[in-house]
C-alpha cells in the first residue's frame, strides 16, 4: 500500500495573534485516526518553522500533501518565524520557486488568512493548492481541515475533500464557507492565468535545475543537551558529549553556545521545541534541579503533541538511587544509559550515537531493578523543589527530622482520624503542601484507611480537553491505584452524563467492594481549574460530599485536596464547589522563630544575625529557607558566599530563579501584572493576583501586593525589566 506522507508546517510566531494550532493538529490527527483509510496516511508535524526550515521540511520527509497553519498577509507571503521566534515573511515568489524545487507533492492546504496570492502562484507546480480569499477565524479554519482530511481519510478526492471541508464549516453554521478556495492545474478557465496572480517573475527563475546534483536527502537531527552548569561531572560530561556528537549527521546544543545578551529562556524553548532528541544528564547535583526538571516536563508535552518528538535520553551520571516524582513518571518508563566513571565516557558516547539513529539506550524495566538501589540518606539531605509523595511504610524518610510542625498540620492530622471528612490544602508553590499530604496520608493508614493518591499534574493534555476521556481516565486511574478489577468500558456504555458514570463506577464499583475506608488524595488540582468541564467535575466531588448526609456507603470516601490556586475565582457556582466545605486550611511562610528551629536542628550553621538577613532576603520561604541551611550545613558554601551570590543565575538561588524565569517566558499578561506589582504594589485584576500568588511570587498584604520575598522583587525587576 502506497503511504501519502502529510506534512503540516505549524508557524504561530510570538510577536502575531495566538492562534489554536494545537487543536487544529490533533482534529487532523483524529480524522485520519478515525478513518478506514487510516494506514494509507503518515503525519509529520513541524512546529515553529523558521524560513531556513522550509526547504529542509520538503527535502526531507517528500511529502505528498503539505498543509500551512499560520499566518498569511496577502501578495506579501506567509508569516515563518526567524531565529528569536519572531515573525519573518517568506515572499510568494520564494514558495513559487520552491515547489518547483520540490516535485511529488500532489495538495498544498494554505490554512491561513488572505493566502490565495500564494495559491495561485503555487498552481504552476503543484495540481491541487486551497488558499484562503480573505481572513478566516479559528474555528472555520479548524473545521475545514477536520471536514477535509475526513474525506480524504475515506478515499475521497481532493475537490470531494474539499467540499468536505466546505461543509465541516457550513454544519457549525461559521459564515465563512466561501473563504475557503480550490486551485486545480489544467482546468479551464484556469486561476493561474488571472493578472497577478502568482507565474514566474519577468525573465523567468533561470536555467533549468540540475536535480543530480543535490543531495537525494539530508538528514540532520538537532540534540538538545539538559545538564546543571558549573557541578562535577555533570558539565565535562556535557561538553565531551557535545564535542563528541557534533557533526555533519548531528546539531547539537548546550547553553554555553549562547552569546552574551542572549534573551536565554526564549532560546531554550525554542531548541527544546525544534530537538530530535533531548539528551538529559541525571546526577546526584543535577536530580533536584528546577531547570533540569523543567526542561524534561517541557520536552514530554511537546513530544506529547508531536508524534514523540523530542525523543528523551535520559543518562544517569554516577547516580543510581530511584528517580524520584515527578522525574519518575517521565523517566521511569522509558530507557537509560549508565555513566559511572571517566572510562564509560567512550561507551557512552557510542551508546548514544545508536540511539540517535534510531536504536534504544540499554537499561531497560528489566534492568532497572539490579542497577537501581536506594543508597544511605546523609545526615543533612539536600532539599528537593518537589515533595516526593510516599505511602506510609514502617519509618517516614529521614527528611522528615527536619520538618518543622505548624497550626495546620496538628489541625490536619486530627480531622483524618474521622470518619467521611473533605480536606482542602492551600498555599502557593513550595509551601509543603505535598510533604503534609504527605504526613495526613500516613496518619490515615495508621487510622485503618486505604490510600489513593491521584497528581493531577500527570492528566496529559488531550484528557484535559476531552471530558468523556478524562472522566475515563480518572476512573481507571483510581481503580490502577487500589488494584482492582477495571469495569470502566461497562460502566460507561450507560447512557448517561460523565458525571453520572463516574458517580455510579465509584459508589457502586470501588466503595461497596472495599474492605476499609477510602482516602481520595488530590493533588495539584488546579490543572483542572482551565479546563471546560471544571465546573461539571467539582460539582460532582461536592456531591459525593453532600451524599454522606443520606447515603451510608459515602462515609467511607474522604475527599482531600492539594491547590496553590484559590479556587473561588474560578468555579462558578460556590454552592457546587467542594472547596468550601469541610475542612480549609492554608499553609503560611515560616516565621522567624521557625526559621530559627530549622537553624537548630542543621546545627545551627548560621548567626543570629544572619538568621535575620535570611529571613529578610527569602522572608521564610520553606523551600529556599532549607536550601540556605542545606548548603551551609553541608560545607558546600560558606554564610557569607551564599548572601553575596544569592540574586546571580549561577548563585544558590539561580536554578530556582530560572526556573521561574522560565515558567513566565511568553505569558505576557503574567508579565505585565508582576512588572505592575514591582513598580506600584497593585494587582487590579483578582484572577491574575491568583497565578501569581499560586505560582508562589507574591503575596498580599491589605490592599497591596508585594513580591513574596526581597531576592524575587531584586532579581525580577533586573530581568524582566
Not at 74 to 97: C, P, Q, V, Y
Request: charged share 25%.
Amino acid at each position: 500500500m502506497d503511504v501519502r506522507k502529510v506534512l503540516i508546517l505549524a508557524v504561530n510566531p510570538k510577536d502575531t495573534t495566538a492562534l489554536r494550532l494545537d487543536e487544529e493538529i490533533r482534529q487532523i490527527k483524529e480524522a485520519l485516526k478515525l478513518s478506514e483509510g487510516r494506514a494509507a496516511f503518515e503525519v509529520i508535524i513541524e512546529p515553529a518553522v523558521r524560513t531556513g526550515d522550509l526547504h529542509r521540511h520538503l527535502l526531507q520527509h517528500k511529502p505528498q500533501i503539505v498543509h500551512f497553519s499560520g499566518h498569511g498577509l496577502g501578495e506579501r507571503g506567509l508569516a515563518f518565524e526567524d531565529k528569536n521566534g519572531i515573525a519573518k515573511l517568506i515572499s510568494t515568489a520564494t514558495l513559487t520557486r520552491l515547489f518547483r524545487l520540490c516535485g511529488g507533492v500532489e495538495c498544498v492546504l494554505l490554512n491561513a488568512c488572505h493566502s490565495v496570492a500564494q495559491a495561485d502562484a503555487i498552481l504552476d507546480h503543484v495540481d491541487h493548492v486551497i488558499g484562503m480569499t480573505d481572513a478566516i477565524g479559528d474555528q472555520a479554519s479548524i473545521k475545514f481541515a477536520e471536514g477535509f482530511y475526513d474525506g480524504l481519510g475515506y478515499g475521497r478526492s481532493y475537490a470531494d475533500a474539499f467540499e468536505f471541508g466546505l461543509v465541516g464549516i457550513g454544519a457549525e453554521g461559521i459564515p465563512e464557507e466561501e473563504t475557503p478556495v480550490l486551485r486545480v492545474r489544467g482546468e479551464v478557465g484556469s486561476w493561474q492565468s488571472e493578472v497577478g496572480k502568482g507565474g514566474p517573475p519577468e525573465g523567468g527563475y533561470g536555467p533549468p535545475v540540475d536535480q543530480a546534483k543535490f543531495p537525494t536527502k539530508i538528514v540532520q537531527k538537532r540534540i538538545f543537551v539538559s545538564y546543571k552548569r558549573n557541578v562535577t561531572p555533570d558539565e565535562a560530561v556535557a561538553l565531551q558529549l557535545h564535542e563528541a556528537l557534533q557533526d555533519s549527521s548531528n546539531s547539537v546544543f548546550i547553553d554555553q553556545q549562547m552569546l552574551v545578551g542572549t534573551r536565554w529562556v526564549e532560546q531554550i524553548e525554542n531548541e527544546i521545541r525544534q530537538a530530535d532528541i533531548l539528551i538529559v544528564l541525571l546526577s546526584a547535583q543535577s536530580i533536584n534541579s528546577e531547570m533540569v526538571l523543567q526542561e524534561i516536563e517541557l520536552a514530554h508535552k511537546i513530544a506529547e503533541d508531536n508524534g514523540g518528538r523530542p525523543r528523551i535520553l535520559p543518562v544517569r551520571l554516577a547516580y543510581r538511587e530511584p528517580f524520584q516524582h515527578p522525574l519518575s513518571v517521565y523517566l521511569n518508563p522509558i530507557n537509560w544509559a549508565l555513566w559511572d566513571s571517566e572510562a564509560d565516557t567512550p561507551g557512552l558516547i557510542a551508546e548514544l550515537q545508536q540511539a540517535i539513529a534510531g536504536g534504544v539506550l540499554s537499561i531497560d524495566e528489566r534492568r532497572q531493578p539490579e542497577v537501581v538501589k536506594v543508597a544511605p540518606q546523609d545526615k543533612i539531605p539536600q532539599p528537593v523543589p518537589v515533595a516526593q509523595p510516599e505511602l506510609p511504610e514502617g519509618t517516614m524518610d529521614t527528611a522528615s527530622d527536619f520538618y518543622v510542625e505548624r497550626d495546620c498540620d496538628r489541625i490536619a492530622l486530627g480531622v483524618i482520624q474521622q470518619q467521611g471528612v473533605t480536606m482542602t490544602i492551600k498555599g502557593p508553590r513550595q509551601m509543603g503542601k505535598s510533604s503534609l499530604l504527605n504526613r495526613v496520608m500516613e496518619a490515615a493508614v495508621g487510622a485503618g484507611k486505604q490510600i489513593a493518591f491521584l497528581d493531577f499534574q500527570l492528566f496529559d493534555r488531550a484528557a484535559l480537553q476531552d471530558a468523556d476521556e478524562f472522566y475515563q481516565q480518572f476512573c481507571f486511574w483510581l481503580t490502577d491505584e487500589l488494584d482492582m478489577d477495571d469495569e470502566v468500558e461497562a460502566y460507561w456504555k450507560k447512557n448517561l452524563g460523565n458525571p453520572q458514570r463516574c458517580t455510579r463506577y465509584v459508589g457502586k464499583h470501588i466503595l461497596q467492594n472495599l474492605e476499609q475506608p477510602l482516602v481520595l488524595a488530590m493533588d495539584e488540582v488546579e490543572r483542572i481549574f482551565d479546563t471546560p468541564f471544571r465546573n461539571d467535575f467539582f460539582s460532582m466531588l461536592r456531591s459525593w460530599h453532600n451524599q454522606r448526609a443520606t447515603k451510608k456507603i459515602w462515609k467511607q470516601l474522604d475527599l482531600t485536596f492539594v491547590t496553590s490556586t484559590e479556587p473561588y475565582q474560578l468555579i462558578a457556582d460556590l454552592n457546587q464547589s467542594p472547596f468550601n466545605v469541610g475542612e480549609n486550611l492554608r499553609l503560611q511562610d515560616f516565621d522567624a522563630q521557625q526559621v530559627h528551629r530549622l537553624n537548630a536542628l542543621h546545627g545551627s550553621p548560621l548567626s543570629a544575625v544572619e538568621e535575620q538577613r535570611l529571613m529578610k532576603l527569602v522572608n521564610g520561604h520553606p523551600y529556599l529557607v532549607r536550601k540556605a541551611l542545606y548548603l551551609v550545613a553541608s560545607g558546600r558554601m560558606a554564610a557569607q558566599d551564599m548572601f553575596a551570590q544569592a540574586r546571580e543565575e549561577h548563585g544558590p538561588f539561580g536554578d530556582h530563579l530560572k526556573y521561574h524565569l522560565f515558567r513566565m517566558y511568553g505569558n505576557k499578561e503574567l508579565v505585565r501584572g508582576f512588572l505592575k506589582i514591582l513598580k506600584d504594589q497593585v494587582c487590579e485584576d483578582e484572577v491574575l493576583y491568583f497565578r501569581l500568588h499560586g505560582a508562589g511570587l507574591v503575596c498580599r498584604e491589605g490592599q497591596s501586593v508585594f513580591p513574596r520575598c526581597q531576592l524575587y522583587a531584586d532579581y525580577f525587576r533586573e530581568h524582566l525589566g
